[in-house]
């Protein structure tokens, strides 16, 4: 099993629709992070969190939203989906000492 | 500004070639360094981490160095294959802040 898992894959969803995105790691590791990729503007932080009660948001967090149910489970949720937020989400975790793991990242597209 | 620059953007080599990707970054109060591989439309597979305190690392063929008071590093690939075509990321650990560089695309040829 990967170390850290994305589910789902690929999404299609229509505009305003809600869709959570989630993910969970068997790093052990205490810091999840939550990024996108799009073409030309590279790998941009959305939130990320250092522990269970711990959330912090990143450059660009407006129009998402996020969960950290446990130390191995974080989630990120877009409450009313519109276009551009069409892009690959990577989840990613990290602890102190060591690199970045990073999933296998999901597809969205809004329509 | 915390910044991560890599060249170059593109690069493509015959096989079995020797290749350097350059990575520089603007503030060397660094913690760490890693270097990543992003084939098209894939996650980011981590290659190797250097440690602000190390001066290179090495795993197969690749090998990467780190200059922090010159704001470098280097990844190495020695004879370069077809599978080595992919998207090379250099990012840049500062504090809790992860900064990336916008990527070298690497194509091997056969």
């Known amino acids: 099993d990967a170390d850290v898992t994305q589910t789902p894959r690929n999404r299609i969803t229509k505009t305003g629709k809600r869709i959570m995105l989630e993910c969970s790691q068997t790093?052990?590791?205490?810091?999840m992070y939550w990024y996108r990729q799009d073409p030309g503007l590279g790998l941009r932080l959305i939130y990320y969190s250092f522990d269970v009660k711990d959330i912090n948001k990143g450059e660009i967090s407006d129009g998402y939203s996020v969960s950290r149910q446990a130390q191995a489970k974080f989630s990120l949720s877009l409450e009313s989906a519109i276009p551009n937020q069409t892009a690959l989400y990577f989840c990613?975790?990290?602890?102190?000492?060591?690199?970045?793991?990073f999933g296998s990242g999901t597809r969205l597209t809004v329509v | 500004k915390q910044e991560v620059t890599q060249i170059p953007a593109a690069l493509s080599v015959p096989e079995g070639e020797n290749l350097v990707l350059n990575c520089s970054f603007t503030d060397s109060a660094i913690y760490n360094l890693q270097w990543f591989r992003q084939d098209p439309g894939k996650g980011l597979t981590s290659l190797l981490l250097i440690q602000s305190s190390q001066r290179e690392q090495t795993s197969g063929r690749l090998n990467a160095s780190l200059d922090k008071s010159s704001g470098r590093s280097t990844l190495y690939i020695a004879a370069s294959q077809p599978g080595d075509s992919a998207t090379y990321l250099c990012a840049v650990l500062y504090g809790n802040k992860l900064v990336f560089g916008a990527g070298t695309i690497l194509r091997v040829k056969s």
């Open positions: 790093k052990g590791h205490d810091r």
């Open positions: 990613a975790t990290s602890k102190t000492g060591y690199g970045y793991t």
